[in-house]
């Protein structure tokens, strides 16, 4: 990770769980990293808890709603003028709404739409853009993928959330391959991880707490830092090597 210390990271939903975990292990390899949500009270609390641990790196708290492209425009705006630009983008920020394909509701829809690809594919842009007007050329993009990008689980509430993470998948393979035709050695990676321990469950199934403990209940599953360290995997390994799609679940987990 020597090459990173004291290059700059955005990381989208870094207020908790995987995004919180990604940023923390960023800070320990001594990157400044961004890290942005819609709330970052939690944030800044990291950010101080990393400084009093002594950590190489720095968190800057950034509050941003992704679903709104002008918000993110601002951040990258604001990225510039402050640290230069983005050298490393890990795009975190997802989630979930139990509206299936028969019965949902268009808003529902439209919000996973908004934050699962709309602003995935427009940070991917924006920080390429900040790579390329820098000669940036050993950049990477992460995107925080799930294994609902390649299979679709039987379960109704989870349908269309699927559908997003399909497309992820095809994002950033589409992503790797327009980064070829540019002659750029900037690397895109997916990571999909099956059930993690973190708030996602809870807030999707928000109306049936019981569901979302039974699963993290049923199996041991994977943690947020076990994401953090995958990322530093991924960032890690040698620049002539390109990891596309990484696949993790629990043992446990049957799907």
């Known amino acids: 990770m020597d090459q990173w210390k004291g290059r700059v990271a955005l990381v989208t939903g870094a207020s908790v769980g995987i995004g919180a975990a990604v940023a923390k292990a960023l800070v320990q390899h001594g990157m400044k990293v961004v890290g942005c949500a819609r709330s970052i009270e939690k944030i800044e609390k990291l950010a101080a808890e990393c400084q009093s641990a002594g950590l190489s790196g720095t968190l800057v708290p950034y509050k941003c709603d992704v679903s709104n492209e002008e918000e993110i425009l601002s951040m990258f705006s604001t990225i510039k003028t402050l640290h230069q630009g983005v050298d490393v ?31 995935l594919t427009i940070c991917t842009r924006e920080a390429y853009q900040s790579m390329k007007e820098r000669n940036v050329d050993d950049g990477h993009i992460i995107n925080i993928n799930s294994m609902s990008g390649h299979r679709v689980a039987p379960d109704a509430s989870c349908h269309f959330y699927c559908a997003t993470k399909y497309a992820v998948t095809a994002l950033t393979e589409g992503l790797r391959q327009e980064l070829r035709e540019a002659k750029s050695h900037i690397r895109a990676t997916s990571i999909s991880p099956g059930f993690v321990e973190t708030e996602f469950e809870f807030r999707l199934h928000s109306e049936e707490p019981e569901k979302a403990a039974a699963i993290y209940a049923s199996m041991k599953c994977i943690q947020a830092g076990d994401i953090a360290s995958t990322v530093i995997y991924a960032l890690s390994a040698p620049p002539h090597v390109q990891i596309g799609d990484i696949l993790m679940r629990p043992v446990e987990q049957m799907s």
């Open 89 to 119: 983008c890990i795009n975190n920020a997802g989630l979930a709404h139990p509206e299936p394909l028969l019965s949902g509701k268009t808003d529902g829809w439209r919000t996973m739409m908004d934050v699962n690809v709309l602003a």
